[in-house]
């Protein structure tokens, strides 16, 4: 059973930038799709950062374009989300997911069949 547990999260100023890390234990980290989601409280979860398992290909959605970054390294079993010029709004609980089937809309929560148990960010002054 493929498990995720996600790291970095913590306080920050606005403007400053953070690096959340998304370990995997079990199962083949390489054949997975991976996202990072957030939620804010009264909010829905929203996709912040995909990339494919075939060829990294990167989607952001245009609240966070320019200025998140995701990136895997297989080697070590971990997915990345460097977030810069972070803004109070940016504020959430930040999930990792993985998505072992392929096909679906990387948007959509439902593709994603493996969680992690969340990291909250603040940013505040």
């Known amino acids: 059973q493929v498990q995720l547990v996600e790291s970095g999260g913590g306080l920050v100023q606005p403007g400053g930038s953070m690096l959340l890390s998304c370990e995997a234990s079990g199962g083949t980290f390489s054949a997975y799709s991976l996202a990072w989601f957030r939620q804010a409280p009264g909010k829905e979860r929203e996709l912040v950062g995909y990339?494919?398992?075939?060829?990294?290909?990167?989607y952001y959605p245009d609240s966070v374009k320019g200025r998140f970054t995701i990136s895997r390294d297989n080697a070590k079993n971990t997915v990345f989300l460097q977030m810069n010029s972070l803004k109070p709004e940016d504020t959430a609980v930040y999930y990792c997911a993985a998505a072992t089937g392929y096909y679906g809309n990387v948007v959509s929560t439902t593709t994603y069949d493996i969680w992690g148990q969340g990291t909250q960010v603040t940013v505040s002054s």
């Open positions: 990339i494919d398992r075939s060829d990294d290909r990167t």
